[in-house]
């Protein structure tokens, strides 16, 4: 396991955790890593959301509750700084 540490602006640290490789199989499908399954708490049958990266380099895949949560989190910091800035 690597941990990469990314400042994403002045205050705020993001540390992305790599936990290997995967191999995409003929059909399509990988095996996600136990010891990611674990830290995220996914189970067999949970959803996960599919995202592809801007540039095309690569995948995502998210918990949809997740996701929801992040977004409301960065709408809520945007509709602030957006006051922020009228003032």
Known sequence: MYTISMKSNKSTTHEHIIL???????????????EARSMIG????????????????GVFLVKPDSLESVAKTMLEKLSNAKAAYKE
């Open 20 to 34: 290997g490789i995967v191999s995409v199989n003929d059909k399509g499908q990988v095996v996600i890593p136990a």
């Open 42 to 57: 996914l189970k067999a049958g949970d959803k996960l959301l599919v995202m592809v990266h801007p540039a095309k380099e």
